[in-house]
């Protein structure tokens, strides 16, 4: 059964970027990796997706490691905003799986 | 466009009573979801349905019910509730359901606060 791997907590300086990374090694060749976050209290939003090239949207950026194994998501320029936890998710057929996901902390 | 609609936002509920959660999307998607989410944990899916007459079952069906009589409503009915039903429930709507395709970002509501005494 394929599992993403996510750190706990990642804490980081409001203005600089954000690295969240995710372990995805038995990802199939055509899975694809969504990322989404949920704010305090909300559900949960997209953020981006991929398969294997990078990615780049208005919210944040996708590399994808060569072999597929890994990806992290890159937030540019971290705000008070973007306080949430990010879930690196996966299909399995037609269903969305998330797991824990990793609480991002921003500090001012 | 509203999104994606759920009532109530709060309820508790005794042992035994039954309830239906509503949800209720305006962006004619053919996919819908119902998750659950635990304090301190990741989403679970529930039921889906891939469009009006068609659901199937998620990881955690068990104790839960729902029809889609229509595209816009996807009801979940808890019957004979039980404190394990605790939770946050969240439903979730997409055009498609297939992975990486356009179309296919999921719209969540802003979820219903279960509490079971």
């Known amino acids: 059964d394929a599992k993403t791997t996510q750190p706990n907590s990642m804490e980081s300086n409001e203005e600089e970027p954000v690295h969240l990374p995710c372990n995805h090694s038995t990802i199939s060749g055509t899975d694809y990796i969504h990322w989404y976050r949920q704010l305090p209290s909300q559900g949960p939003e997209y953020v981006i997706h991929g398969l294997t090239s990078n990615v780049n949207n208005r919210m944040a950026s996708l590399a994808i490691a060569e072999d597929r194994k890994s990806s992290t998501l890159i937030l540019h320029r971290a705000t008070l905003r973007d306080a949430a936890v990010y879930y690196c998710?996966?299909?399995?057929?037609?269903?969305?799986?998330f797991g824990a996901g990793t609480i991002l902390r921003v500090k001012s | 466009n509203a999104g994606v609609t759920q009532t109530p936002k709060f309820r508790i509920l005794k042992i035994g009573q039954s309830m239906t959660l509503q949800c209720t999307q305006d962006m004619n998607h053919n996919y819908m979801y119902w998750y659950r989410q635990d304090p301190g944990m990741g989403l679970k899916l529930i039921y889906y349905s891939v469009g009006a007459g068609i659901t199937d079952k998620g990881e955690v069906p068990n104790g839960y019910n729902v029809s889609r009589s229509t595209t816009e409503d996807f009801p979940l009915r808890l019957e004979l509730a039980a404190p394990s039903q605790t939770s946050v429930y969240f439903c979730a709507s997409s055009y498609l359901g297939l992975p990486g395709a356009l179309y296919n970002e999921q719209f969540f509501g802003p979820g219903t606060r279960l509490t079971v005494l």
């Open positions: 998710t996966r299909w399995e057929g037609n269903k969305l799986v």
